[in-house]
């Protein structure tokens, strides 16, 4: 997720204001804005997690004649090379799906390991602005 968006999953000034004025307008927006601001960041995973298991409970119905899956897998034409073609595509289409899948979750790793390092960051800047402002000195400040 980009960190420079406007409205994502955190506190940040916009998405408070969109709370707030949900809150104002219809009270079930700013109830909505406030589940997304908590909740958000468990959304991907959630959705994810859902169509694995939609996807695995409808791979079972694959052998079954008339059912219209993906390309009607379970569908001969009746033509024993084109047929052997598409169930050899079928399946590095599907080796392909899961690489990226794990290329997206590598990602996602990534992406939430760089957030919390910019948060530990923010942070320590602020406590280290907070000491300086209660009267603390910081070595090298000579004013």
């Not at 969109?18 to 809150?23: D, Q, R, T, Y």
């Amino acid at each position: 997720m980009n960190q420079s968006a406007l409205i994502r999953p955190d506190w940040t000034p916009a998405t408070i204001a969109l709370m707030v004025l949900g809150f104002i307008v219809f009270w079930p927006l700013g109830l909505a804005m406030l589940a997304y601001i908590l909740f958000g960041e468990r959304l991907g995973a959630f959705k994810r997690n859902a169509n694995e298991t939609v996807d695995r409970t409808f791979s079972n119905f694959r052998g079954f004649p008339g059912f219209s899956g993906r390309a009607r897998a379970g569908f001969d034409t009746g033509n024993v090379a084109f047929d052997e073609w598409r169930e050899t595509e079928l399946t590095r289409l599907d080796e392909e799906r899961r690489r990226l899948n794990a290329m997206r979750e590598e990602f996602e790793t990534y992406v939430r390991e760089l957030r919390r390092a910019k948060d530990q960051e923010e942070f320590d800047r602020f406590m280290r602005e907070r000491k300086f402002g209660q009267g603390g000195t910081v070595e090298g400040y000579t004013g």
